[in-house]
């Protein structure tokens, strides 16, 4: 059988405020992958060989209500099935609980496998229905962004509830850079603080959350246009309207201002905050200083990523 995969992903704008039915922008990053194959073994299991800090996980039997099992379950009913004789073998580059999806990527996978397994087909609604299912089980109140962008690898500019909207104009090539500040941080626990500031102090945090949707759809006309100026601008205001939710961190904050001093055209956090992964747009000829002076701020990984000119 021939490997499944899924991608990671960036928030371009949007998040927070895109669980309350503002939109929001997201990206897959397409070279950095989950990726899964399927060997004979004695029953079902899920054998993840490098996920991030967890070297070897097994999950032997089907009893739990963990995410892996929940995606197994769910799969399995969809297709009529019963627990296959195989190992699931996992091999993840996106390292976890860091804003780039890996928890969604791996629920994809593993669906994926399972329908590889049983020669099944699994269209892209079914599977980000059911990776979806998973995530609201495990993360209290997703608005589905991750799901969606890592299931149909594409662009989006997503509100719940309404049906996906694939950016398919892109106006011209932007090379994106991705620091990680090494910090772990639970997007359910983010997300779970922004309820209760909201809660608390709405007349103060609705607006807020009103602006960072206007930014995403003034972002989705820059992007079609190719206004890179404009998209930066808009990245590093989304930015300081989230210091305001208060999901930044002080490393984000250093790796922001950091990519933007040394030129980048803007910069933001991206996914959950308060930890995890910042994102900076940046001209090709910027992107390699720009990612010296991130890993000298204290970047534990710098990646690069493209959202590529539509013919
Ligand atoms: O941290 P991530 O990659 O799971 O992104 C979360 C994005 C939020 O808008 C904060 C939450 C959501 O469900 O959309």
Known sequence: MQPVSAPAKIILFGEHAVVYGYPAIAVPVCDVRITAQIKPAEALRVVSLDMHDHPLVVYPQ???????STITRLALQ???ESPPPITIEINSQIPVASGLGSGAALSAVIARALA???GKSLQPDTLNDMVFQTEKLHHGTPSGIDNTVIVYEKPVYFRRSQPIEIISRIGKRL?????????????????????KLRDMHPDEIE?????????????????EQGD???????????????????????????LVTSALDAGAYGAKLSGGGRGGNMIALVDEDHAEPVKDVLLQSGAVNVLTTHLLESD
């Not at 089907?62 to 892996?68: K, P, Q, R």
């Not at 090379?175 to 983010?190: M, N, P, Q, R, Y």
């Not at 890179?228 to 250093?254: A, C, F, W, Y």
């Open 116 to 118: 590889a397994h049983f």
């Open 228 to 254: 890179v100026k404009t998209i930066g601008e808009l990245m590093t205001q989304n930015h300081e309207l989230l210091q305001r939710l208060t999901v930044s961190s002080p490393s984000l904050d250093t």
């Open 78 to 80: 969809y297709f009529d």
């Open 62 to 68: 089907l009893a739990g209500d963990d995410a892996v």
């Open 175 to 195: 090379t994106f850079l991705i620091g990680d500040t090494g910090e772990k941080a639970l997007t359910h626990v983010s997300v779970g603080d922004v309820r």
């Open 207 to 223: 607006p807020i959350l009103y602006e960072i949707g206007s930014i995403a759809e003034r972002a989705r006309t820059a992007i």
